[in-house]
């Protein structure tokens, strides 16, 4: 079975704190993503890596960056958090390859709160 | 850029059948899909459509229409563990590393 985990299932943090969320995936899959989820406004995409070393903004790239120098680790940071970064971050992961099905696998999510 | 479709909620009885419906506008489409969420739970994989038709998986039935940027997510023989948020999800040709769009969410409430 896949399994992604994150660092953290909860995380309070207080304005203009740095803030990093890790995510560890253990089947050698090539794509990791992150994602925050809003009420009403779903999943949308912060950042995303397609091999080590390598990243490229998502939808909503602004206030975040992201470090992918090994293949199972994938980490969120939040150079400067601000209120409206509160949210639920969840990260993903797929194998290579948009010509089968290679669904994407979801890690439990990280709540954070800013103060 | 994409645009998906879905409705925000809805209620069903036990024993019933629901249907969620998914419209998207895409260029290059690759594929549909459609996860599961328990609240404070990840999305879990239910099905995947890339060429028109029905995918039936048990219960659940997924169906595309590439011609009309339609899909739906059929829930047979509700049960109350089905009350969740169901998620459609875009993957575009163009887009790099396997990248999906996904759409606000129907949160289904299953009433006994």
């Known amino acids: 079975d896949v399994k992604v985990t994150q660092s953290s299932r909860y995380l309070v943090k207080r304005t203009g704190e740095k803030v990093f969320l890790e995510c560890v995936q253990d089947?050698?899959?090539?794509?990791m993503f992150w994602y925050r989820q809003d009420p009403g406004l779903g999943l949308r995409l912060i950042y995303f890596?397609?091999?080590?070393?390598?990243?490229e903004k998502g939808d909503i790239p602004e206030g975040y960056s992201v470090s992918r120098e090994k293949k199972e680790r994938f980490s969120l940071i939040l150079e400067s958090a601000s209120t409206n970064q509160t949210s639920m971050y969840l990260c993903?992961?797929?194998?290579?390859?948009?010509?089968?099905?290679?669904?994407?696998?979801f890690g439990p999510g990280t709540r954070l709160t800013v103060l | 850029g994409q645009n998906i479709d879905q409705p925000t909620e809805m209620t069903a009885t036990e024993g019933a059948i629901v249907q969620i419906n998914c419209t998207y506008q895409?260029?290059?489409?690759?594929?549909l899909f459609w996860y599961q969420q328990h609240a404070g739970e990840a999305p879990t994989f239910l099905s995947y459509?890339?060429?028109?038709g029905l995918e039936e998986k048990g219960r659940f039935s997924s169906f595309l229409s590439r011609s009309k940027g339609y899909s739906y997510l059929l829930l047979k023989e509700l049960q109350m563990k089905d009350s969740a948020s169901y998620l459609c999800a875009v993957r575009s040709r163009r887009a790099a590393g396997n990248k999906l769009t996904f759409g606000g969410g129907t949160r289904v409430l299953v009433k006994p």
């Open positions: 895409t260029s290059g489409f690759n594929g």
């Open positions: 089947m050698d899959h090539e794509n």
């Open positions: 459509n890339v060429l028109d």
């Open positions: 890596s397609y091999d080590v070393k390598m990243k």
């Open positions: 993903a992961s797929s194998p290579r390859g948009a010509d089968a099905y290679n669904e994407q696998f």
